[in-house]
């Protein structure tokens, strides 16, 4: 459960080298802003093209959250990495 007014942290993975290059951790984006560009398979660990998007309510302390968890942390991480359609809307 997200309390409104809570800082979230947002991780934009799987992004081309050249959206590390534009845009800077911490950086704010607006709604409806570029946040970067898909990378290919070559740039980022040969997975098809896709935006993994996750929030997370505490400082991650670096640019990377779990993208699996087992299911016995399950409940703590749901608190933990809410999920991001409280931001994007019902997409799936």
């Known amino acids: 459960h997200v309390i409104e007014g809570q800082e979230l942290f947002a991780l934009y993975?799987?992004?081309?080298?050249?959206s590390l290059e534009e845009f800077q951790v911490?950086?704010?984006?607006?709604?409806?802003?570029?946040?970067?560009?898909?990378?290919?398979?070559?740039?980022?660990g040969n997975w098809p093209?896709?935006?993994?998007?996750?929030l997370c309510i505490e400082d991650p302390g670096e640019a990377d959250m779990p993208g699996v968890v087992a299911k016995e942390n399950l409940i703590e991480a749901r608190e933990k990495y809410p999920d991001p359609r409280i931001l994007l809307g019902d997409i799936y």
């Not at 993975?13 to 050249?18: A, E, F, T, V």
């Open 49 to 54: 093209p896709h935006l993994h998007y996750q």
């Open 26 to 44: 911490g950086q704010k984006r607006k709604p409806g802003g570029l946040v970067g560009w898909i990378g290919d398979e070559s740039e980022n």
């Open 13 to 18: 993975g799987h992004l081309s080298i050249k």
